[in-house]
């Protein structure tokens, strides 16, 4: 048996776990065969709610220094985190 990586990406409002889901991306290596994503678009409604779901969380945001003009800023969405969960694959039979 061998394992298949499953990536999930949330980024959220603010720098806390709890805060709401602003975007996400989802990346399956285990090409479907694993569980998927609950209904709905985004998939979580927090962050927490993905830890709570068994996803694990591998990456945080860094904190950064917010200057007065920061609402005028374009670039990376902040508040990047980013979940994994492992999924075991059954060999092929060949």
């Known amino acids: ?8 990406y949330l980024w959220l ?13 989802f990346h399956d290596g285990a ?9 709905g678009d985004p998939p979580y409604a927090t962050g927490l709610a993905a830890l709570e779901d068994g996803w ?4 945080s945001p860094a904190a950064r220094a ?10 990376p969405l902040a508040h990047e ?3 994994e969960r492992r999924i075991a694959i059954e060999p092929a039979s060949g």
């Open 1 to 8: 048996m061998s394992e298949r990586q499953q990536v999930l």
């Open 13 to 25: 409002a603010e720098g806390a776990l709890d805060m709401p889901v602003v975007a996400w991306a």
């Open 31 to 39: 090409a479907g065969s694993g569980p998927g994503l609950p209904e």
């Open 56 to 59: 694990f969380l591998l990456q």
């Open 66 to 75: 917010l200057t007065d003009d920061a609402g005028h800023e374009t670039g």
């Open 81 to 83: 985190f980013v979940f």
